[in-house]
């Protein structure tokens, strides 16, 4: 299951950045190449991070394959629709619950602390949108003033206390891919962020 979820992962993160370069007038190849980078950039510094090699996508092309289909189709067909930054929002809050618990799964099978799949939840899952926002010069979500970071902080976290209470739970992957991503959509659609007394000045 989390290999079928990773690949799903990967081409909703590749659809992000190719909505994400909208009106940017780039080439197929640059939206191409953008929509692997935001991909496959997460869960490559988790990799390095972790000392795990070859990286995943190295050692299964598959998921370098499904990265470049889904940004070619993602080309010719976001082309026509319409509100495409909402649509990016919530493809972004799917995007960010699937790698975070996926990543989150992968390192304690690994054998790595609680603690760790936690971190590299939230690595695995913010730093493609950093790539993406990045390249494509749009304003970073991460940086915003809404919930962003919170729920896949929540999400893994709800996870690794699942796994290590009850390890052979077999819903606790999606019921926490569920919680990262329903508590990420109401803080789109109702703007939640933290109180002025939490944030800088």
């Excluded at 940017?24 to 997460?42: C, E, H, Q, R, W």
């Excluded at 077999?170 to 926490?176: E, N």
Aim: aromatic share 16%; glycine share 8%.
């Amino acid at each position: 299951m989390l290999y079928l979820l990773g690949l799903f992962s990967i081409g909703v993160f590749a659809i992000t950045s190719v909505i994400a370069t909208h009106n940017k007038n780039l080439d197929i190849f640059s939206v191409v190449f953008l929509g692997s980078v935001t991909a496959l950039g997460g869960g490559t510094i988790r990799d390095i991070i972790l000392g795990q090699y070859p990286i995943y996508w190295v050692d299964d092309l598959w998921f370098l394959w499904v990265s470049v289909l889904v940004s070619l189709t993602a080309f010719f067909v976001t082309k026509s629709l319409s509100n495409r930054y909402q649509l990016l929002l919530y493809l972004d809050a799917l995007g960010i619950a699937l790698f975070s618990i996926t990543a989150a799964a992968k390192t304690l099978e690994l054998g790595f602390s609680p603690s760790i799949a936690v971190v590299m939840g939230l690595i695995t899952a913010i730093f493609g949108s950093i790539l993406r926002d990045l390249l494509t010069g749009s304003p970073s979500l991460l940086l915003s003033k809404d919930l962003y970071a919170t729920p896949v902080l929540l999400g893994t976290s709800i996870f690794v206390g699942l796994n290590y209470w009850f390890p052979h739970l077999t819903w606790a992957v999606p019921l926490c891919i569920g919680v990262t991503f329903a508590f990420r959509a109401f803080a789109i659609y109702y703007h939640w962020h933290f109180p002025k007394w939490l944030c800088s000045r």
